[in-house]
């Protein structure tokens, strides 16, 4: 019986079309650094043997997976899927899978995930990393090409992130144009930029007032989740406050929850702020008044800078984007005693 012929391979192609394998590779692949005319040779060459490029094996001649990785410190808060949806996307569009680590909070475990994921991948993004300045500025050479989300320009990777001073400050005018004094904010992720930020934007908001209008806001730690805003509930009503202001919409939300069981009237005792507009901030009762986060563009930022390193392109420079304030029924104008 005679052997059915084989499947032809790269190296069919690339004898046909008189190139290396190299340029089979990145012709196929659409690498716009192809001439256009030995690219449509290559395709022709293809086609003429039946040829479909095999991704493995597209990878062992490129050394590359076509693979980027992504370290997100929680995998549940909505925020963080939002940056993933945008991101995933994007990189679908240009051929790119993304590989998700989630590093539970744990400083330990976003280093060795971040090491890890970029042994098996062509890049690595690190989507609001909590280790410290130091720390981040020495891991990052062993991970390039890498993007870094939500943290301070001034490390050696492209960020791109949400300016989370800028929109906790409108959440602190709106409040005090309600004619809040006594505020509470409910710190989250303490070790974070973004909560440095917001703590920023809170200390000039209170310098701002004079001795005979002063601003008074306490900061009490919570955490980033809705059990962490249900557990404060007691402290934020023995603090006096008019008003409160939630790291995030999760922790706005447990809050609120926690309040309805002691039947707090919201706003009407007390009013509630949140960060981020996830999905179902519009739909608590009464819906949270918040600062809306851009995060499916921040994802699709992140990917863009990332996509620049793969492909040789143009570096990206530092992007932030503003937070924009939604204000909804979560809070008013302080009730007269």
């Known amino acids: 019986m005679a052997r059915e012929s084989s499947r032809p ?51 062992l001649v490129l050394g590359r997976t076509q693979t980027v990785a992504v370290v997100i410190p929680d995998l549940e808060n909505p925020t963080f899927q939002a940056i993933l949806r945008g991101l995933s996307r994007a990189a679908t569009a240009d051929g790119y899978h993304v590989l998700v680590a989630d590093s539970r909070e744990d400083l330990d475990e976003e280093h060795a995930l971040a090491r890890a994921t970029r042994l098996r991948t062509d890049g690595v993004i690190l989507c609001a990393p909590r280790m410290p300045e130091e720390e981040l500025a020495a891991l990052l050479p062993a991970l390039s090409p890498a993007v870094v989300i939500n943290r301070g320009p001034q490390i050696s990777a492209p960020v791109v992130g949400a300016d989370y001073g800028l929109g906790m400050r409108e959440i602190v005018d709106h409040l005090t144009s309600l004619g809040h004094r006594r505020l509470v904010y409910l710190a989250g992720a303490t070790r974070s930029v973004t909560h440095k930020a917001r703590q920023e934007a809170i200390a000039a908001a209170v310098s701002g007032f004079d001795r005979l209008d002063r601003l008074e806001v306490e900061e009490i730690t919570a955490g980033v989740d809705f059990d962490s805003g249900t557990a404060v509930a007691d402290q934020v009503l023995a603090s006096g406050a008019t008003a409160v202001i939630a790291y995030n919409d999760l922790v706005a939300m447990g809050l609120l929850s926690a309040l309805t069981v002691r039947r707090v009237e919201v706003p009407g005792q007390l009013s509630i702020t949140g960060f981020d507009d996830i999905p179902f901030a519009a739909y608590t009762s009464p819906p949270l008044t918040t600062a809306a986060v851009p995060a499916v563009d921040l994802g699709a930022a992140a990917w863009a800078a990332m996509h620049a390193q793969l492909t040789g392109g143009e570096p990206t420079p530092a992007l932030t984007l503003t937070p924009t304030l939604v204000v909804r029924g979560s809070t008013s104008a302080p009730r007269e005693d």
């Not at 690498?31 to 043997?49: F, G, I």
């Open 9 to 59: 391979g790269i190296t069919d192609v690339a004898k046909l079309a008189g190139v290396s394998l190299s340029t089979v590779s990145r012709a196929m692949n659409g690498n716009p650094t192809v001439d256009p005319a030995l690219a449509e040779r290559v395709r022709a060459a293809a086609a003429e043997l039946g040829y479909t490029a095999n991704p493995v094996a597209r990878s």
